[in-house]
């Protein structure tokens, strides 16, 4: 048992097996865990649990809501939890100023809180080390809804990722290693180049009706309307399209069905596929974020700091100050 | 239209979407086939529904059964068929001393009435070709099961392949391109500087209460009890095996469940995960192995043959001579 | 023979077999090409071969530099011309203030004369597109040389990429593919998670020290001093180290060679290595550029532009505009 | 320092770096190791240095010639030998009758006297084990080969593999991983469809004018004149031929110097272009092989045996036994 995080409170509210491990990781390098949202049952030993999101929350120098967040409403995400959990501007107005609030992806109450009551809030979930290892249980899920969905191998079919960013790359290249014929779809001449190094044909968002018109399946991460009702009508009859981009992802669902193509939208995969491997993502990842942050407001806190709410993205910048 | 097959009437009995692509391409070949076991619906324009198999074997120079072959008591495999589609020695003794019957797997009293009424049985399940199409599918239809059972990814994972024949090698091809660390256990020491080639680290049978103490996942191949009561006893409990030998499988499904281990037999993936490519298969090699063992009874008809019933594993002696 | 750049006229000033190929593809793109630094029975039919770098440039719209670029006084690289060829001031002070010079790289001069006499100046050898395509032959030169100068195979070898950018990735999927086992070293978390992704094995640049003292091969693309006296004291004697940084490299020679170290710098090897793949990847982008570059001057001249020197890396901001 | 060689005299006779390897595995095992052919400081400390053949080998159990075995009048090849190093029939048949004769492949006149003089004759070059393990080194050497002499990159490249046993499947994975599009020709439609599995084109014997038309690189594994006249005048004329079966190949090199082709002929790899790990590959198999050999023959000499002296290519049956 080591003791980096010894001394430190921290509250952990809502979210589902991630969590789990995550928690059992804080705990396991000494932090004072205290967690809403889960059964004492099922929370690891050493952890405390909380009866509601207030009384965590009391005294925590750092505050982990889930990945996916919140809903517009302040309503947290908790799988195992029999009531509501809800985030409330009465707790966060009454946190200490130098709380550290990690959030996936945060609303914009979320934010404006931040702002008014001064609180660190870090979004974590579009840092590099974070989506890129997410994106393997998302790639990995991403297969398995094809294998489950068409009646062909992956093993000489024809598929398109729609956008090269985090997820498209490590797509890529497990779909090419299990023999598929991959075209990458972009608009940055240098991630197409990157597609060819990894041995995939290149195409235009120009070429994206030819493209379906001969696909077996397509994987759109492209969070804004690229399959639209113009593409589709396009696409071979026998296509299926699944799309890994945040809601309401990047496909005329409501098109695909009238053209009788099979579409999926397949959001928040890493914690429904793969579980476990999330949680160590987030074990292994979460205690050094906390670390550093800490670190650096102690030293803001002997030198000064300057105000400025928000931003995110990268470590070095991505905690909105008060 | 290719016409090789021209004037060559065949009949397939039974089986399921896989017969159905087969039977399009035969037709594309100009054979005649004549088809029992299918609604009429179902069947590709230019093929005739038989009432009956004896009315669908009258006549034919090719008779090809499913992949899957017969239960013991002559019941073919045909999932499409309301009615029990039956083998009987009546039909079977009627046809004609150069008909060349097709199947995967013969069973013993097939083998006979090829002896005693001379038709040509050829056992296709074996063969090299067909065996090695088959491995991807049964290699992807294996891995689709392990992302299914697991909350792990495949990346990162810790698998076991036990046995290191025709799909032992594509599945070590497909799971090390995943990511995950994959350990081949296997008697040759051929086989296994081929699996080390490949990237894998290389086991013997005496090391496997070793390697299920660790492994996420097992992949057994061998058709014989080789992860039995002494090996399962080992095993780490969030182990997933997954056994494709054929029927009843290499594994004490007993013990497994005793240790509340997850144990899976999935036999015969090609055809439930991927139908479309596996009946492509089918239709890539069966019209080549008729032609070839076409001619080679017409030169032997020319110039005189042994006698013999036989089995197969390879085209230039799988034929069953009469 | 298409004439997309029909009616443009192109000097082309020295370089290498790459510049045989990239003229080739201009001059079949209907461009006017004339060549300075090449005999002419070198030069592609159709291509006008100038006696020297003044008439080559009279009159030109795009003049175009070898990717190394110049010396810094002045000398162009320039390998199948006998005489030394030279830009000089008063060539570049005459030409027209909307030529497009294109090279990969700009010494300080150059950027000055393109602020004062007003020509616009686009560094290409940085834009992710060439650096990225350019990475392919840089890694296969990378591991030609591993190869020649190892005694083991690459197969089963430990490897280590220092800094894992655009080359570092390239190399990465090559070695894995091939069997090594490769640990990255890189300070951004992003990066290392790329890595793993991969399949590599992650470190830190404190780790360096441990890190060379059990590997074979260590390829560094960081063009700091990373591999310092005091980390290759630490060096395996049987290591072989291959820098792939530009001059002059992150590894500190004298320190290696005083510890007996084998250590080979090794830049520009795309031109060396695969002249032919690395010419048609010139071919391939730089008419794209051009037009790009023209379309976009074209319509700065009817709407207005402002003045602002150098900048690249991208070609939305790369052009060094009088 | 283990001993399960421990009391076992082994005579080596010629090799080069591998044979050191090996030497020095054997003394760790605990055997005495007599050395012929190579200068005393070179020889691992704990064996003993011969002056000549015939003292090298009085009293071993175990004799052990090099991979490349002797010329057809018995000169041992011993690259570290300034004398040249002979076998006579005066030292063979004046050796135990129980003596085990290791070699990797050979000649008449060994094979004869191993029937005169009873010795147990062992040739292990095509054991399945060493030939796989072997072909890593094989590949990499050819893949070296093929970097230097060609000005495109493997990467991109049209690549033909001629044959395909167990050099062909390593080489196969090696290219298609560094992405060259791969195309192998065979004859047996198994290893058609294990080639089609690793994700290359499959092709036969009679489309190979076409293929060498548009090929870059073309690996002949074949031992036969596979590549003769007929098929070369249809060569790409920048293609690169680099063959790796047992001299002479299977290439008419005549035909390919007159129609200017360039044609390689790359026997013994291993030894040459990764000595290290072709000695490792020794020291791991030839230990194994011995103990297996020697308990073996120990269970014979109790039990009795039968006469005969044999050819090899599986441990099981692979020694002449007088």
């Given amino acids: 048992m080591s003791s980096v995080l010894s001394g430190i409170k921290i509250a952990v509210l809502g979210g589902d097996d991630r969590e789990l491990i995550l928690i059992s990781e804080l705990v396991k390098m000494g932090a004072t865990v205290v967690v809403a949202g889960f059964p004492r049952e099922k929370i690891s030993h050493g952890a405390f649990a909380a009866s509601a999101v207030d009384k965590a929350c009391k005294g925590a120098e750092v505050i982990i809501l889930p990945l996916p967040g919140t809903s517009a409403n302040g309503v947290i995400r908790a799988v195992y939890s029999e009531e509501e959990l809800r985030l409330t501007e ?50 990995e899920g991403a297969i398995q809804i094809a294998m489950e969905e068409s009646r062909i191998t992956i093993h000489g079919s024809k598929s398109c990722i729609v956008g090269f960013g985090r997820i498209g790359v490590t797509l890529a290249r497990c779909l090419g290693a299990l023999g598929s014929n991959v075209t990458v779809v972009a608009r940055d001449e240098g991630q197409l180049a990157r597609a060819y190094e990894m041995g995939c044909k290149r ?7 030819g493209i379906v018109s001969y696909s077996d399946i397509v994987f759109n991460t492209v969070p804004h309307m690229v399959l639209d009702r113009e593409v589709l009508k396009h696409a071979n009859p026998e296509i299926i399209i699944i799309d890994l981009a945040a809601q309401p992802g990047g496909t005329d669902f409501e098109a695909a069905n ?30 050094r974020i906390i670390i550093k942050e800490l670190s650096r407001m102690n030293k803001e806190l002997l030198f000064g700091k300057q105000g400025g709410a928000v931003g995110a993205g990268d470590t070095r910048s991505a905690v909105a100050r008060g």
């Fill in 258 to 287: 009238a053209f009788g193509l099979k579409a999926i939208l397949a959001p928040g995969l890493p914690g429904k596929v793969a579980p476990v491997t999330a949680g160590r993502i987030l074990a292994s990842v979460v205690p």
């Fill in 203 to 209: 195409a235009s968002f120009a070429d994206l009706p």
């Fill in 90 to 139: 009465e707790v966060m107005s009454g946190i200490s100023k130098d709380t550290l609030v990690i959030i996936g992806s945060a609303r914009q109450y979320l934010k404006k809180w931040a702002d008014i009551y001064g609180f660190n809030l870090l979004e974590i979930g579009e840092m590099d080390e974070i989506a890129i290892l997410n994106s393997i249980p998302t790639a």
